[in-house]
Nanobody, 125 residues
Framework: QVQLVESGGASVQAGGSLKLSCVAS????????MGWYRQTPGKERELVSS???????RYGDSVKGRFTISRDNAKNTLYLRMNNLTTEDTAVYYC???????????????????WGQGTQVTVSS
């Protein structure tokens, strides 16, 4: 069973920093493409940042230069360091394991993206 558990969301003032964590289980984490997405009420979920299994990263335009994605394969953990936060960053942040991840055991691959439960980030001015 695949589980993604996020933590680290909080309320901070503009200009502050946070670090989100996502612990994954049920997958061969080191072989997975992983990502962080965010969503605000009435809007579609958007990509914040992603990291392939080879370490290739991608960032949304609004977070480039402020957010950094990283992973610790030994701990099955994905991170998102967020600096210089603005009120526009207020959202629920979701960790995702991209489709094509290998399930533990290495006998099958996921056909869909898996999501965590989300963690709230609130930035006040």
């Amino acid at each position: 069973q695949v589980q993604l558990v996020e933590s680290g969301g909080a309320s901070v003032q503009a200009g502050g920093s946070l670090k989100l964590s996502c612990v994954a289980s049920g997958l061969i984490f080191s072989w997975c493409g992983m990502g962080w997405y965010r969503q605000t009420p009435g809007k579609e979920r958007e990509l914040v940042s992603s990291m392939n299994s080879d370490g290739t990263t991608r960032y949304g335009d609004s977070v480039k230069g402020r957010f950094t994605i990283s992973r610790d394969n030994a701990k099955n953990t994905l991170y998102l360091r967020m600096n210089n936060l603005t009120t526009e960053d207020t959202a629920v942040y979701y960790c995702a394991a991209e489709a094509g991840c290998w399930f533990l055991g290495g006998l099958a691959r996921s056909g869909t993206r898996y999501w965590g439960q989300g963690t709230q980030v609130t930035v006040s001015s």
